[in-house]
């Protein structure tokens, strides 16, 4: 039903900069969440970033003031902006995406094929 396509990803020097990208494609409901998660290796996965369909934002600690999450709700698309780069922000970044209609109970989730950030020099 709904597909989550990633871009943006790469190596990057510490200090630098990268813009990750995520289209959704499909029908998306009304009430809907989209955001960013991150696997380091020999970690468990965490939330980075998420957004929602009004623009309400929730970031981890570790990552405010560095990063900046958007969506253009015409386009489907949900970006994350990450400056500041630091060797620990290296990780697998998987983007997600919840929606639901307004007055059922039930969350649909999805989740795209992640993208690779190395944070190195």
């Not at 630098?16 to 009304?30: P, T, V």
């Not at 309400?56 to 015409?74: C, E, H, M, P, Q």
């Not at 795209?112 to 944070?119: A, D, S, W």
Request: proline share 2%; charged share 20%.
């Amino acid at each position: 039903q709904v597909q989550l396509v990633e871009s943006g990803g790469g190596l990057v020097q510490p200090g630098g900069s990268l813009r990750l990208s995520c289209a959704a494609s499909g029908s998306i409901f009304s009430m809907n969440t989209m955001g960013w998660y991150r696997q380091a290796p020999g970690k468990q996965r965490e939330l980075v970033a998420t957004i929602t369909e009004g623009r309400l934002t929730n970031y981890a600690d570790s990552v405010k003031g560095r990063f900046t999450i958007s969506r253009d709700n015409a386009k489907d698309t949900v970006y994350l902006q990450m400056n500041s780069l630091k060797p620990e922000d290296t990780a697998v970044y998987y983007c997600y995406l919840k929606h639901r209609f307004v007055g059922r109970s039930l969350w649909y989730e999805y989740w795209g094929q992640g993208t690779q950030v190395t944070v190195s020099s």
